[in-house]
């Protein structure tokens, strides 16, 4: 008895030590990996120019980036699947893409990424299956990368596309700024995943590299938690343990709804933010002033945020009192191309969700949406690729 209490936890950690190794090595993808953006984004040494991990794919299941902030275990229908493809350059667009020279660069963060999205719920991929129009999917670099790439130097398209959530350009973000630099960078086309990671990315070997993959990717570690979300989430309803968790948050327990900025951004009309509608529109002028110098038309979309469409303090609001509708009205007024969305979604909103309920990005019906009317508005009386 004494020899069994004494090997037995020794022979549990040799277990687990050999688990905890083979894991990290043999099983792609990982399973902390709760959606195809963590396993695709660059971490090597051009991830200053290059977001994805050029021809790096994902298939598999994915759940919302909120949901893991408050210790909630996803539901069943929090679980989707997605597919992630990424070119030769690094970009989330079907390989070959820019060789056949798209006529319109679409801009923006994660939410035009498609972080929570499969590929063919991305714009650039519905307005390829729909109507047979090219257009390159340059998130998430700012719009000055895009001013300084080599590529759409020497073949500049005739659309460049920005597309944002509200706050994203009432704080007047990297993805409208834009400043007429004569800086030039190349992006370099990669024949395999495999050669862009000998270059930008080699394992590390070393004791260091080692233990800060394993620190990283910890499978019993990640076992675990997942032991203890199943066990606090079967014992705790969803509305007590989101008190429990993050202040920064908020949550609407009646429809089970996550919101990351119900507390950072407030939609309405307010003497103090109306001054970022000034700010804002003067970079949007100065933005479209540089990129007619090379012949591109500027062409915006607004999304109204989760919070303004489905928050309690928000949603009845009516549209004349939102910041919104003053941008867009503003844009109107200063010739700024826009597609128009505040009405149309708000309408939608009653009867479909335009977001994750876990997650803080909205979901591809806002990109049909979209992608109707910027065809509808520019591309429908012009032959097309």
Same mark, same amino acid.
């Given at each position: 008895?004494?020899?069994?209490?004494?090997?037995?936890?020794?022979?549990?950690?040799?277990?687990?030590?050999?688990?905890?190794?083979?894991?990290?090595?043999?099983?792609?993808?990982?399973?902390?990996?709760?959606?195809?953006?963590?396993?695709?984004?660059?971490?090597?040494?051009?991830?200053?120019?290059?977001?994805?991990?050029?021809?790096?794919?994902?298939?598999?299941?994915?759940?919302?980036?909120?949901?893991?902030?408050?210790?909630?275990?996803?539901?069943?229908?929090?679980?989707?699947?997605?597919?992630?493809?990424?070119?030769?350059?690094?970009?989330?667009?079907?390989?070959?893409?820019?060789?056949?020279?798209?006529?319109?660069?679409?801009?923006?963060?994660?939410?035009?990424?498609?972080?929570?999205?499969?590929?063919?719920?991305?714009?650039?991929?519905?307005?390829?299956?729909?109507?047979?129009?090219?257009?390159?999917?340059?998130?998430?670099?700012?719009?000055?990368?895009?001013?300084?790439?080599?590529?759409?130097?020497?073949?500049?398209?005739?659309?460049?596309?920005?597309?944002?959530? $509200? #706050?994203?350009?009432?704080?007047?973000?990297?993805?409208?700024? %834009? &400043?007429?630099?004569? =800086? *030039?960078?190349?992006?370099?086309?990669?024949?395999?995943?495999?050669?862009?990671?000998?270059?930008?990315?080699?394992?590390?070997?070393?004791?260091?590299?080692?233990?800060?993959?394993?620190?990283?990717?910890?499978?019993?570690?990640?076992?675990?938690?997942?032991?203890?979300?199943?066990?606090?989430?079967?014992?705790?309803?969803?509305?007590?343990?989101?008190?429990?968790?993050?202040?920064?948050?908020?949550?609407?327990?009646?429809?089970?709804?996550?919101?990351?900025?119900?507390?950072?951004?407030?939609?309405?009309?307010?003497?103090?933010?109306?001054?970022?509608?000034? $700010? #804002?529109?003067?970079?949007?002028?100065?933005?479209?002033?540089? %990129? &007619?110098?090379?012949? =591109? *038309?500027?062409?915006?979309?607004?999304?109204?945020?989760?919070?303004?469409?489905?928050?309690?303090?928000?949603?009845?609001?009516?549209?004349?009192?939102?910041?919104?509708?003053?941008?867009?009205?503003?844009?109107?007024?200063?010739?700024?191309?826009?597609?128009?969305?505040?009405?149309?979604?708000?309408?939608?909103?009653?009867?479909?969700?335009?977001?994750?309920?876990?997650?803080?990005?909205?979901?591809?019906?806002?990109?049909?949406?979209?992608?109707?009317?910027?065809?509808?508005?520019?591309?429908?009386?012009?032959?097309?690729?």
């Amino acid at each position: 008895m004494k020899k069994f209490l004494l090997y037995f936890p020794i022979a549990v950690w040799i277990v687990l030590f050999f688990i905890e190794i083979f894991s990290i090595f043999f099983l792609h993808p990982k399973p902390m990996y709760f959606r195809a953006w963590e396993y695709v984004l660059n971490e090597g040494k051009d991830s200053y120019y290059v977001p994805f991990k050029p021809n790096s794919t994902y298939r598999g299941k994915m759940t919302g980036d909120l949901l893991n902030t408050v210790n909630f275990q996803p539901k069943r229908k929090d679980i989707r699947y997605q597919d992630f493809i990424v070119d030769e350059y690094g970009f989330r667009n079907n390989p070959g893409t820019y060789a056949k020279k798209p006529e319109t660069v679409i801009i923006g963060s994660s939410f035009v990424g498609g972080s929570v999205l499969t590929q063919e719920e991305i714009i650039n991929e519905m307005l390829r299956n729909k109507y047979k129009y090219l257009s390159y999917n340059y998130a998430t670099l700012p719009l000055q990368h895009f001013w300084e790439d080599k590529r759409f130097i020497t073949h500049p398209p005739e659309y460049v596309f920005i597309i944002g959530n $509200e #706050t994203e350009f009432l704080q007047n973000s990297w993805i409208i700024n %834009l &400043q007429n630099t004569t =800086i *030039k960078h190349e992006v370099k086309k990669w024949t395999s995943l495999d050669d862009w990671e000998q270059h930008n990315n080699p394992t590390d070997l070393s004791y260091q590299g080692i233990s800060k993959y394993v620190r990283r990717f910890s499978f019993v570690k990640y076992a675990l938690h997942q032991g203890y979300l199943t066990i606090i989430n079967a014992l705790l309803p969803r509305s007590l343990l989101f008190n429990m968790s993050t202040r920064e948050l908020g949550y609407k327990s009646e429809s089970d709804m996550l919101f990351y900025d119900i507390y950072k951004f407030n939609p309405i009309i307010t003497t103090t933010n109306k001054k970022s509608i000034i $700010e #804002t529109i003067h970079t949007l002028t100065m933005t479209q002033k540089y %990129l &007619q110098m090379r012949n =591109i *038309k500027l062409v915006i979309a607004v999304v109204p945020s989760k919070a303004s469409l489905y928050a309690n303090e928000y949603m009845k609001i009516k549209d004349s009192k939102r910041l919104l509708y003053l941008l867009e009205n503003e844009m109107k007024k200063n010739n700024i191309d826009y597609i128009p969305l505040l009405e149309d979604l708000r309408k939608i909103s009653n009867d479909k969700l335009l977001y994750y309920n876990d997650d803080g990005h909205w979901n591809g019906e806002v990109n049909r949406v979209i992608t109707d009317k910027f065809y509808n508005t520019y591309l429908k009386n012009k032959s097309i690729n």
